[in-house]
Each structure stands twice: as structure tokens, then as C-alpha cells.
């Protein structure tokens, strides 16, 4: 399968330099050339067949032949070897719980799908890649944990001093190998600038084969599209032990960049049944806003308790834009969204917790608002909404809004006494000489 850039000023890519460019040399996001309907007999036996199969058949079109059959499915394999309950808390409400891989951010699929490509496609080269990603908590864990011991591939994660959590520190300054984190003295929008500007630094390109494990690479975006098929495949489940007919299916992400909502759009895009996507935001209301009025306009970002969606310019939004060719009536059936404050978000984590005891993150709760706003009016919807993070990655927060200690699971208590390591920068100059000369 071909990629091209959405700013249309570069030549088609195949799915493996998609991978190891992540964006086009025009600046363009790539997208896929076509996107084919799955057979209706895939989702008429979608009980069935195991998360593996589902989602070999939902990517294979995308990577094609560029990666052998057995291959893929050795790779997904690995990468989803962990569970995505749905869990029901109320008549018509769902979670789909995508916290349960090894750093507990629904980020690890795609980081683990990604660093496993990128290790096939490098196997040959003689030429090493350096992955290069700015976070602001659970990217860079995700990344570090997926690329660990990778063959050819070094990662080198930029990260704010001071402004991501104890646990998101460690999950990215233990692991050592082939993993560098650098502390930046700065904001998470500095670090993402210095990525930025490597990106565009010629002199680095030149000496170099760097590449980006955020969303915008299609290796860490399309594999999110399994986690909708996976709630798909247990509504229908659930559905057949009621023998009652499946409801009208609506998602509500939590949404930063938006990779994720748009990954649903494109299973939705594979022949999946969904009535309507909710995209849920904090106080970063650029989507919100537009979808309200039509102008998109882009703000810096600002600091919420969701601090993994304080996105000021979601990358990802252009993707959806073009996936309805930019026709603001066709989007505005398929997709509604909503923003809400940090009291809104705590006041939400406590009324799941006595309704329901049960606890959800800031960023799982702002999606269950987002549904209870669209089901005001749509009440006979059922809806599910993404839980992006496990709620100890959030510890301090939520043990004060509910008043209740959380259990410590397995994977965090590994990282929790492991020696911090990092190397200090300040500046571009800084990661330009560490680049050069490691
Ligand atoms: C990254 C992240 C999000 C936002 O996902 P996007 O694909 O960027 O919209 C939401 N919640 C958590 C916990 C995340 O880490």
C-alpha cells in the first residue's frame, strides 16, 4: 500500500518509508492511498476469532506484502498480548479499559507495532535509526518500553524538568540500553519545538536516519483502530448471551492529538457499525471550538490534571478533516465534541466512584463526560468510552478526589525503586551536539 502526503507536495511512499521517515518531506502527514471494506463476513464471525486475527485482518491491507504474513502475525502477536476488557459501570455505559499493557498507557500498542516494524525493516540497513520524541508523561514510557533492546534503533526522548510525574520519570529513565532520556529545562512545547527543528536541521538529516514515534508515524496510528473492533467483538458477544438485538453503537475518546479517535474512523471506515463518535477534550478546546464554529484556531497549550491531552494544535485533526474532504456538515454527523474544566473532571472521577465504585483517570473520566453530554439527548445509545491510563499513572490526583489509596500494580512497582537516569539540556544547541557526537 502507497502512502501520500497530505500536503500533496510529495511523492507516494510504501508503508515501510512511511515508517522510517514518519512525515513526509513536504511536511504532510501521510495517509493511506485507499482504504477497503473488510468483508461483511468478517464482522458476521468477528466473535469468533481472536484478537490476533481481527487485527491482522484490519492492518494487512495497510502494510501489505511489506512485511510477510507470518511475519505480521508473529509481530501482533507480541504487541497484544494483554487484555482490553469492556467493562459495564451503567445501563448503556461502558469502559474499554486499554491500560493493561507494560506501562499501563493504551499508548503501548502502537509504540510496540511500530518499534517491532521499524526493527523488521531495519534488519538489512546498514544505516542505525534514531527515534526522536518529545513527551509530556506517557508517550515517552510507552516508546522507551516498546524499542527496549530494539537491533539498529536508538531512542531519544525529550521531556520537560519537573513537569511529568514520578512514576512517568522513572517508566522513562530506567531502562538504559539503547533508550537516552534528556531533561529539558523548559516546557513540554520547547521540547516538542527542539524535535521540531531536528527535524528540519539539515546537517542532522544529513548524518542521520531520524524518525518520530508520535502518532503522526501511521506505524504507531493505524494499530489503535483495533481497539474499537475489540470492543466491537465484545458488544456483539454480550448481545448474543442476552439474545437481544446490538444497540447503536457510540465511542467517546479522550482526545490530545486525536490519533485515536481517528484510528475509530478508520475502522469505522473497515465496515464497523458505529452511530457516532464523541471526541472529549480538557480546557484545550481547539476541536471543540471548531466543531462549534467552523475556524480552527490553534492555541498554545495549556497545563490541566489531563496533562497527556494538553494539546493546544492536535496533530491528528487534519487526518480527520480530510477522511470527510473537508466538508463541515458530513463531519459534524459523524463527530461531536466537547471540552470540560479540571473541577468538571474531578467532580466526574467522584461520581463514577460512588455510583459505580468503580475508578477511572482524569483523561477516562473527561471521556465518560463527553458521553453523558451526547447521551442528554441520544439516550438510547450505547456508549463506550476509552480508558487511556491506568488511574495509579495519575496517583496523586486521584487518591485525593475519591479519598480512597489505590493498589500499586505489578508493572509500576518494578520502576519504583530503579536509579533515575537522564542527561540535563537547555538548549537546540545542546540536543544538536548530543546528537552529533553520542
Ligand atoms: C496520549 C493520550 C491521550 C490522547 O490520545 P490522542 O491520540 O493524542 O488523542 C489520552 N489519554 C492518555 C492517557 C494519553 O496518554
Redesign the pocket.
Known amino acids: 500500500m502507497n502512502f501520500y502526503s497530505l500536503n500533496q507536495e510529495a511523492p507516494k511512499v510504501s508503508f515501510k518509508d512511511a515508517v522510517i521517515k514518519g512525515i513526509a518531506p513536504d511536511r504532510g502527514l501521510y495517509f493511506p492511498e485507499k482504504i477497503t471494506l473488510l468483508p461483511a463476513s468478517f464482522f458476521a464471525g468477528i466473535t469468533q476469532i481472536s484478537n490476533q486475527e481481527i487485527a491482522f485482518n484490519a492492518i494487512h491491507q495497510f502494510v501489505s506484502d511489506e512485511i510477510p504474513n507470518e511475519k505480521l502475525k508473529e509481530i501482533l502477536t507480541n504487541v497484544l498480548d494483554f487484555e482490553f476488557p469492556l467493562v459495564e459501570i451503567e445501563k448503556n455505559i461502558a469502559t474499554l479499559e486499554l491500560f493493561h499493557g507494560p506501562t499501563m ?3 503501548d500498542v502502537g509504540a510496540r507495532f511500530m518499534a517491532n516494524c521499524l526493527s523488521y525493516f531495519s534488519k538489512n540497513e546498514e544505516n542505525e535509526v534514531t527515534v526522536l520524541v518529545a513527551t509530556s ?3 515517552g514510557g510507552a516508546v522507551a518500553n516498546g524499542f527496549l533492546g530494539v537491533k539498529g534503533v536508538k531512542v531519544v526522548i525529550l521531556y520537560p524538568s519537573g513537569k511529568v510525574s514520578d512514576i512517568q520519570e522513572r517508566q522513562l529513565t530506567t531502562l538504559g540500553q539503547n533508550i537516552t532520556a534528556l531533561k529539558v529545562d523548559g516546557t513540554f512545547d520547547d521540547c516538542q519545538t527542539m524535535v521540531k527543528t531536528a527535524f528540519l536541521d539539515n546537517e542532522l538529516i544529513q548524518n542521520m536516519q531520524l524518525t518520530s514515534a508520535n ?1 503522526i508515524n501511521v506505524a504507531r496510528w493505524l494499530p489503535q483502530l483495533f481497539y474499537f473492533l475489540f470492543a466491537y467483538k465484545q458488544l456483539r458477544i454480550a448481545a448474543e448471551e442476552k439474545k437481544t438485538p446490538i444497540q447503536d453503537i457510540v465511542f467517546s ?9 481517528c484510528a475509530g474512523m478508520v475502522a469505522q471506515r473497515l465496515g464497523m457499525p458505529v452511530a457516532h463518535f464523541i471526541a472529549a477534550t480538557n480546557a484545550n478546546d481547539t476541536v471543540p471550538q471548531f466543531m462549534k464554529t467552523g475556524s480552527y484556531d490553534p492555541k498554545p497549550s495549556r497545563a490541566t490534571i ?1 496533562n ?2 494538553d ?1 493546544g494544535d ?1 496533530s ?1 485533526f487534519i487526518r480527520i478533516r480530510h477522511l470527510f474532504q473537508d466538508d463541515f456538515t458530513k463531519l459534524g454527523k459523524q463527530l461531536s465534541s466537547f471540552s470540560y474544566t479540571d473541577t468538571e473532571t474531578r467532580k466526574a472521577l467522584l461520581d463514577i466512584y460512588k455510583k459505580s465504585a468503580y475508578i477511572a ?1 482524569p ?1 477516562g473520566a473527561i471521556g465518560y463526560l463527553g458521553l453523558k453530554t451526547y447521551q442528554k439527548n441520544h439516550p438510547d445509545v450505547y456508549g463506550v468510552f476509552l480508558e ?2 491506568h488511574p495509579v499513572k495519575f496517583l496523586d490526583i486521584v487518591e485525593e478526589t475519591i479519598g480512597q489509596k489505590l493498589d500499586i500494580p505489578i508493572q509500576i512497582q518494578k520502576v519504583m525503586d530503579k536509579e533515575k537516569i537522564s542527561i540535563s539540556i537547555k538548549s537546540y544547541h545542546e540536543l544538536k551536539t548530543y546528537l552529533l557526537n553520542r
Open positions: 498507557a493504551f499508548k508523561g506517557d508517550t502518532s475518546v479522550p482526545s490530545g492529538n486525536f490519533g485515536n479517535i489531563s497527556a491531552m494539546v492536535p491528528n483517570d483523561h487511556t491510563a
